[in-house]
């Protein structure tokens, strides 16, 4: 009896040890490395190229990439439960408002999934930027001093006479990197001579081109002492508004100088036009750096345990309609189109 006993035990021990060794091969193709992207905005051209851009280094790794468009605070916290459902490792973010900071680091951490952030950095309960969290933004003051010297540079060239000049200040302040970017715009015409006076704040409810146009046409009808306009913006899109919103008033490209950040389609569909329009330039920032390289640092992380850098701030670049595509070439962007 005790005998058969011990038998039946290792026949079961034998089977069990079986299907251990049969676990790790049919484990690895279940651990399929997926990771999440997602974005705020899904429909600017800017979010659009990251996804491309994430999609190249997902075949190249061969990784399965998970595209989410999430513009609200539930729509996140869904989006990062559905990832965790579908056994994603981790993912790579651009909040709707980097206020959800806290939220959105206990919910990953609840899910036991990776994070980083992109473009847009998360802030805690006191306003200070979550620096546990792994991010990759833009240089923020320093891209918005290049759109301020290039304003500066056109007037100049021009012969403008800076008081007769207004700019439209677009701005978004509740987002840091806007700020940063339009007081770097700001401060660098201030640094030309342009008069601090002449700088209307247009602020925008969203980030999008309607919400500019909005804000700069009440910037326009309360300001008709000047002969000629200048904008800028956090992006192309509020720049876009503000051109459209001068536009309409009778300042088309002769009288309005208008300069970007971003350099995808928005940017680029406007430099296509066969008549040059009031968005004379844009600085080129670099949706394959956010892209391609934010989910390739991802990648690695889960597949190697490498954690990604904790901060790192990529550059930008001017373009006008003139080098756009030169530009473009330097930035390792020509072939993306
Ligand atoms: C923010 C803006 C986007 C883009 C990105 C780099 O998220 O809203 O338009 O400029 O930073």
């Given at each position: 009896?005790k005998?058969?006993?011990f038998l039946?035990?290792v026949?079961?021990?034998?089977?069990?040890s079986?299907t251990m060794?049969?676990?790790?091969v049919a484990?690895?193709a279940?651990?399929?490395?997926?990771?999440?992207?997602?974005?705020?905005?899904?429909?600017?051209?800017?979010?659009?190229?990251?996804?491309?851009?994430a999609?190249?280094?997902a075949?190249?790794?061969?990784f399965t990439?998970?595209?989410?468009?999430a513009p609200?605070?539930?729509?996140?916290?869904?989006?990062?439960?559905?990832?965790?459902?579908?056994?994603?490792q981790?993912?790579?973010?651009?909040t709707?408002?980097?206020?959800l900071?806290?939220?959105?680091?206990a919910?990953a951490?609840?899910?036991?999934?990776?994070?980083?952030?992109v473009?847009?950095r998360?802030?805690?309960g006191a306003?200070?930027?979550?620096e546990?969290?792994?991010?990759?933004?833009?240089?923020a003051?320093?891209?918005?001093?290049?759109?301020?010297?290039g304003?500066?540079?056109?007037?100049?060239k021009?012969?403008?006479?800076m008081?007769d000049?207004?700019?439209?200040?677009v701005t978004?302040?509740?987002?840091?990197t806007?700020?940063?970017?339009?007081?770097g715009?700001a401060d660098a015409?201030?640094?030309?001579?342009?008069?601090?006076a002449?700088?209307?704040?247009?602020?925008q409810a969203?980030t999008d081109?309607?919400?500019?146009?909005?804000?700069?046409?009440?910037?326009?009808?309360?300001?008709?002492?000047?002969?000629?306009?200048?904008a800028?913006?956090?992006n192309?899109?509020?720049?876009?508004?503000?051109?459209r919103?001068?536009?309409?008033r009778?300042f088309?490209a002769d009288?309005m100088?208008?300069?970007?950040?971003?350099?995808?389609?928005?940017a680029?569909?406007e430099?296509?036009?066969?008549?040059p329009?009031?968005?004379?330039?844009?600085?080129?920032?670099?949706?394959k750096r956010?892209?391609?390289e934010t989910?390739?640092?991802?990648?690695?992380?889960i597949?190697?345990?490498?954690?990604?850098?904790k901060?790192?701030?990529?550059?930008?670049?001017?373009?006008?309609?003139?080098?756009?595509?030169e530009?473009?070439?330097?930035m390792g962007?020509?072939?993306?189109k």
């Open positions: 009896m005998r058969r006993i039946t035990l026949a079961a021990t034998t089977a069990a079986a060794l049969a676990a790790p484990q690895a279940d651990e399929q490395i997926k990771i999440g992207f997602i974005v705020k905005q899904p429909e600017e051209p800017w979010f659009q190229d990251e996804w491309k851009f999609e190249i280094a075949k190249e790794k061969g990439l998970v595209k989410i468009g609200s605070g539930e729509k996140v916290m869904s989006a990062i439960d559905n990832l965790a459902a579908q056994k994603a981790g993912f790579v973010i651009c709707p408002d980097v206020k900071g806290p939220g959105i680091v919910k951490k609840a899910d036991k999934l990776k994070m980083m952030t473009d847009d998360l802030v805690d306003g200070k930027p979550i546990s969290v792994p991010h990759m933004g833009i240089s003051y320093n891209i918005g001093k290049q759109v301020g010297e304003i500066a540079a056109e007037i100049k021009r012969g403008w006479d008081k000049v207004g700019a439209i200040d978004y302040e509740q987002l840091p806007a700020h940063d970017r339009t007081t715009a015409l201030v640094a030309a001579g342009f008069p601090k002449n700088i209307i704040m247009a602020p969203k081109t309607e919400n500019a146009f909005n804000a700069a046409n009440i910037a326009l009808t309360k300001n008709p002492q000047f002969k000629h306009w200048v800028f913006a956090l192309d899109e509020g720049v876009l508004g503000a051109v919103a001068a536009e309409g009778g088309k009288n100088i208008g300069v970007g950040i971003g350099g995808s389609d928005s680029l569909n430099f296509k036009k066969p008549n329009t009031g968005f004379f330039a844009t600085v080129i920032i670099s949706p956010h892209g391609e989910s390739t640092l991802m990648y690695d992380w597949k190697d345990g490498k954690e990604p850098p901060l790192t701030l990529t550059s930008g670049m001017l373009a006008t309609r003139d080098n756009v595509a530009v473009r070439e330097k962007l020509a072939s993306a």
